[in-house]
């Protein structure tokens, strides 16, 4: 089988966004009896802090021989803007080529560069190049757009040049996918030739994600009645969440004495967020939860929310999604129209756009009030993950694609299934 290469800045222990969906590729890869090498930091992610245990000021080996990870070591910083987010994913672009360039000798047939972050490209790109390996370029999110879009770079004179290099390093890879339709369509303007482009959505655990029979067990550990609403957020708690809405939703909906706000999760808006919150009886909060945990978390939902800044639609889909599905629950979200969040949820889930904290507001009480329709949003939401997020059927189109790749194919029509782009999601 293939020796594969796949570098990124998130992986597992990791438990979401990109290093869950990194962490269970690179898994299924070598089940199949692929040989996976990792290049990957120490995790940190949402709570923007390394974890106990892997915090080392050089590199560490771990895994087996047919999964080997190599974790460099890298920045974080507290706060996450601007210069510091710059700086931090530098540190990890510089040690992580330090390790691509150990990989030389180990000869890997296929490198995958997984965005975020791009800064790994170039060196990424190289070792395939040297090596005479193919180069797979996946986008999880647009981050050069993202950040210049929501500020958290100013870029000022150097926007076009930041584009330019994005752009550059696109239509370097020998393949290069992305999760959405919405994204591969911005894939088609940053110049990515058709035959390169590859459709991989994110996938869910419907096996170990299932719409629970009865209450979930946290409603007796939070106190919550088994009759009660319970509006849940889980996840990363960061700036492209727009969270302050459903803080201001949960202030305005401190009327409805059968409806309770869970909020879950860790990252820099978490504070803000909890100070919008303050005094409310109606809201808990919790950190993230034990994975093992997943469908009794998940399923404490009868609505799931999922905020998202205007200024971010079409340049991430929300890895969360997935999830929210598999649970069987309805689900609030906050998406322009025509947005891949709100064909996502066209079906399952009731959309408002950014920023409207009436509509949203309306939606919930709505919801709330309304068992059929909560029930019937739930039961599409089901259905659409087992017919269109089953994690097996995406990556063993992935397979078939790396097969066709690693064989020479490259035109259109040797492309396979996994580039249909009519993927709901």
Known sequence: MSRILVTGINYAPESIGTGKYT??????????????????????????KIWPGFRRLWFKREGREDLSIIRCPLWVPRQPRGITRVLHLGSFALSSALALA?????????????APTLATAPAAWLLARITGARCWLHVQDFEVDAALDMGIVEAGPFKRLALSVERFLL????????????????LDSKGVAAARQVFLPNWADI???????????????LG??????????????????????????????????NLFFVFGGEGPARALLEQLCSGLLNVTFLDLQPTE????????????????????????MP???????????????????GTGVAEALRDSGVVTKPGDTNAFVDALRRLTHDD????RLGVAAREQAETTLARDGILLNLELRISQLLEGATTAEQRGPIDSTTHSS
């Open 171 to 186: 239509r370097r890879f020998d393949a290069v996918s992305t999760i959405s339709a919405r994204m591969m369509a911005r």
């Open 207 to 221: 096996d170990g994600i299932r719409p629970l029979d009865s209450p979930s067990v946290y409603r007796r550990e």
């Open 23 to 48: 962490g269970e590729m690179c898994e299924w890869l070598a089940a199949r009896g692929h040989c996976v090498r990792v290049i990957t930091a120490p995790p940190y992610y949402p709570a923007w």
């Open 319 to 337: 890895s969360k999604l997935t999830g929210m599905l598999a649970s069987g629950r309805a689900v609030v979200a906050t998406a322009m129209p």
């Open 224 to 257: 919550i009645p088994d009759k009660a609403v319970v509006a849940l957020y889980s996840g990363n708690m960061g700036l492209k969440q727009g969270l302050e809405l459903i803080g201001e939703a949960a202030r305005e909906l401190a009327d409805e004495a």
């Open 293 to 316: 945990r997943l469908s009794d978390w998940l399923g404490l939902a009868d609505i799931h929310l999922l905020p998202q800044r205007a200024d971010v639609a079409d340049l991430v």
């Open 372 to 375: 059929p329709m909560r029930q």
């Open 102 to 114: 150990q990989s030389i000798l180990w000869r890997p047939q296929l490198v995958i560069s997984i």
